[in-house]
């Protein structure tokens, strides 16, 4: 909800400075960047004890991408010769899902390879200490905790009541530990688009009371 909140107030935000500094739009989209790979980057120091940190973080991170979605479009539409408008709308759209589905890629796999390892050695070390010390049997437990299917490990050969609560923290911690790189990445992106920002033009030579479509 913080997320989504900061969107919507993002998008509203940025629209109205557009409408009355359509000349600057450089410096709002700037901004909105910058908002965004601020938030999406400070996400890193996500933890167990501060989910009010965190619920800020989103906060921001949703204005900066308000901030971008809506007046990139906004401005694409502007800009663009009446006759062509449903083709950039329907453009904007399709890269907006295309950037989506490369950024979840970028993003799952640099997860995926930081939580292999953590949940390896976390999970090895609880199971040893808890007695269990068939392989097939740790193989599985690391399996369904990467899977979140913890509830799956309960009935498993010696596994305990005590032991499960220490797997399940041990899971836990290494989700806490690799979560932080996806963060990281995302500064990256973020400032491919600050850089990308400062490149705009003034456009409000494309802007009149000029009707295109009556509805």
């Known amino acids: 909800m913080p997320f989504a909140f900061g969107t ?17 739009i ?9 908002l965004m790979t601020a938030g999406c980057g400070g996400l890193s120091v996500a933890a167990f004890d501060n989910m009010g940190t965190v ?7 949703g204005l900066g991408v308000g901030g ?11 800009i663009c010769p009446p006759d062509l408008i449903a083709t950039i709308t329907s453009m904007t759209l399709s890269i907006r ?8 890629a970028v993003y799952y796999n640099v997860f995926a390879n930081k939580l292999k390892p953590e949940l390896t050695n976390l999970i090895v070390e609880v199971c040893i200490r808890s007695g269990i010390t068939d392989g097939k049997i740790i193989e599985k437990i690391i399996h369904l905790t990467a899977t979140s ?31 932080p790189w996806v963060y990281y990445s995302s500064i990256a992106f973020g400032g491919l688009a600050v850089v990308a920002s400062v490149f705009l033009e003034d456009i409000s030579g494309f802007i009149d009371n000029g009707i295109l479509v009556l509805i």
């Open 149 to 179: 299917l913890t509830e799956a490990i309960r009935p498993l050969p010696g596994v305990t009541e005590e032991s499960y609560h220490s797997i399940v923290l041990a899971g836990r911690l290494a989700f806490a530990s690799a979560y």
């Open 26 to 34: 450089k410096w709002i989209l700037f901004g909105a960047s910058a």
């Open 8 to 24: 919507l107030g993002g998008c509203i935000i940025s629209l109205v400075l557009l409408s009355a500094f359509r000349r600057h």
């Open 68 to 78: 971008i979605v809506v007046p990139a479009s906004t401005v694409t539409t502007f």
């Open 97 to 104: 899902i295309i950037g989506g589905a490369v950024g979840y």
């Open 55 to 61: 619920y800020a973080l989103l906060f921001i991170a």
